[in-house]
């Protein structure tokens, strides 16, 4: 049986002795209300933590995507001149000269350009190639080559089958187009 207290209001119930035990309600209306609020605030906060979770998530994808499965490693050119590495630069790879075989002396062609081949030889080593990697499906990615023979830059598409990676750069609106095929070799 439940009754006022005088001063209070509050409902009451009787004990055993007689004695007044006060007997709160579990949710008054306010109360209630600021659970809810509470709660709505509470799932907020952990659908803001799932979307960036996911947001990162698929960042790191990306990044994934942008380095491939096998590009990053290093790649011996088809003339067998250069070996050239991919390695992070930022957010995207880059392709860096890290070896360059010594010009063969019995074969003293000059080029246009660059008259002596050993300067060009010493100065290439290090010097990055290839720049702004970027995916454009599975296994294949388009990328920006510099030519140091030619003093000039090109758009180049990367492909990659097993062992070997596909270099294509096409003039003209893909009317000239020429392939490299390099080997993987670490």
Known sequence: MARRCHNRG???????????????PLFRGR???????RRGMLYLMRLRVLIALMLG?????????????????????????????????????CGHVVWVREPNHRNTDKSAVDPDRTTRARDSLGSVVLTNIRPLRSLEWSARAYNAARSRPYDV??????????????????????????IRVE
């Open 57 to 93: 998530a698929l960042v790191a994808i990306s990044i994934g995507e942008a380095q491939g499965p096998g590009l990053a490693g290093t790649w011996l050119t088809q003339d067998g001149m250069s070996k050239i590495r991919f390695e992070p630069c930022g957010v995207v790879l």
């Open 10 to 24: 509050d409902p009451v119930e009787q004990g055993v002795r007689g004695t007044a035990e006060p007997k709160l």
């Open 157 to 182: 598409t990367l492909s990659l089958t097993l062992r070997q990676l596909t270099v294509q750069r096409c003039l003209f609106w893909g009317v000239f187009c020429r392939r490299e095929r390099w």
């Open 31 to 37: 109360d209630l209300i600021r659970r809810h609020v």
